[in-house]
């Protein structure tokens, strides 16, 4: 299966979450480093992206 | 920061074949999903949506693209976003 590029976005808020909203605080193991990763110790530091995609190993 | 419902060790073989990721992996395999469920975008089978946020400094959601499954987002939209914020 082929992935195209589109600019076409399915939606811009989810069911739990719209713009504007204080981002919930998570803590997740990470392929960089032993210590796990926490959003908040992002907080006054730097902006964040996060990009949830489906599977690794796959087209999708 | 990427995210999927895979293992650490799967993210890690993964990105090492595909030559490395410039940005960490995080793995949200267990408890299953959850991170997923809190962000409003787990699918029914146990996998994420295709999904974009940004979040500023002061821990506020300012971007969302939820996007096709099949299609990959445009990252100058993304970029153009960010520009926004500093």
Request: charged share 25%; glycine share 8%.
């Amino acid at each position: 299966m082929a992935i195209t590029k589109g600019r076409t976005s399915s939606a811009d808020h989810t069911s739990t979450l719209k713009v504007g909203d204080v981002a919930p605080d998570f803590e997740l193991k990470a392929t960089t480093s032993d210590a796990p990763w926490k959003l908040s110790d992002q907080r006054g530091k730097s902006n964040v992206v996060i990009a949830f995609f489906p599977f690794s190993f796959t087209p999708v | 920061m990427g995210i999927s419902c895979d293992s650490s060790f799967s993210q890690k073989a993964w990105a090492e074949s595909i030559g490395g990721i410039s940005f960490p992996l995080l793995a949200d395999f267990w408890p299953h999903g959850e991170t997923a469920k809190k962000y409003g975008v787990l699918r029914d089978g146990g996998f994420p949506e295709r999904a974009l946020f940004i979040i500023d400094k002061q821990g506020v959601v300012r971007y969302i693209d939820v996007h096709e499954l099949r299609e990959q987002p445009d990252e100058e939209v993304l970029f153009e976003e960010l520009r926004k914020l500093h």
